[in-house]
């Protein structure tokens, strides 16, 4: 299975890192794997999750209403 770190994941998303660890804080991602160094581990999916919120932000949607679909 493909893992990517917080970088590439926020790359493929179009977002910065901090936005990745914003939605992670508020529960909008589920909180990944960790390697053995520490580092987050991502997969593919949270990319199409991200993506999501932030279209149903530019939609009008709010985080917690987001949260809530």
């Known amino acids: 299975m ?17 936005t990745v660890r914003y ?16 580092y987050r581990q991502y997969v593919p999916a949270d990319v199409d999750r991200i993506r999501f919120i932030k279209r149903a932000q530019d939609l009008g949607f709010t ?5 809530d679909l």
């Open 23 to 38: 939605y992670e804080r508020r529960g909008l991602i589920a909180e990944p794997a960790r390697r053995a160094s520490g």
């Open 63 to 67: 985080l917690n209403e987001i949260s």
């Open 2 to 18: 493909e893992t990517l770190t917080i970088g590439q994941l926020a790359q493929r998303a179009r977002v910065n890192v901090d």
